[in-house]
């Protein structure tokens, strides 16, 4: 991903689809996304998947959904957690906006609420505090799940800042 997330012209980015994507529309989104250059930050949200059932006669078994699968994006296998109901980033301009926008009319087969706005937090909040400490990566700011444990939904960077282009 590129620098940091208080660049003072980022633009906050979310699409919002009709439907849940299903595991392979959401890879191909993602992977097309990862491609565009100016991407700083980029998380997907929805309903969280159950592992095992909660309750009933099959308490502990595992749940056979669709939605449980491994994706690969950008050359990284990556569990999906929840049914991706929408795409959150962070991008440096309005010109990588557009092509953002661009890709989801290309790839999307229902229709998409496409919205700017502030939606992932730009300073430190208690949660990042208290999961990352006080000397967190700037880029990982608002990037924690306040329910998950980060040894079981880690977070995927895309592009390393060492990586050539």
């Known amino acids: 991903m590129v620098d940091s997330s208080s660049d003072t012209n980022a633009v906050q980015l979310e699409i ?7 595991p392979e529309t959401a890879q191909n989104l993602l992977n097309e996304i990862a491609e565009i250059e100016g991407v700083t930050r980029l998380f997907v949200h929805g309903p969280r998947l159950p592992q ?5 006669p099959a308490k502990g078994e595992p749940v056979q959904h669709p939605g449980n699968k491994v ?8 569990e999906l957690a929840v049914c991706v109901g ?10 990588v906006k557009e092509q953002v926008r661009e890709v989801c009319e290309k790839i ?10 502030h939606f992932i937090p730009t300073k430190q909040t208690v949660t990042d505090y208290a999961k990352r400490g006080p000397g967190a990566d700037p880029l990982m700011i608002g990037m924690t799940d306040p329910k998950g444990k980060l040894k079981d939904y880690p977070v995927c960077i895309l592009k390393s800042e060492s990586r050539d282009e």
Do not use: C, H, K, T
Not at 17 to 22: A, D, E, K, T, V
Not at 52 to 56: A, D, E, L, T
């Open 86 to 95: 929408g795409i959150r980033m962070e991008v440096i301009n309005v010109d």
């Open 52 to 56: 095992n059932v909660p309750y009933g």
């Open 71 to 78: 994706i690969e994006v950008a050359g990284q296998a990556m």
């Open 16 to 22: 919002f689809p009709s439907r849940l994507l299903r």
């Open 108 to 117: 999307l087969p229902v229709s998409f609420e496409f919205r700017q706005g």
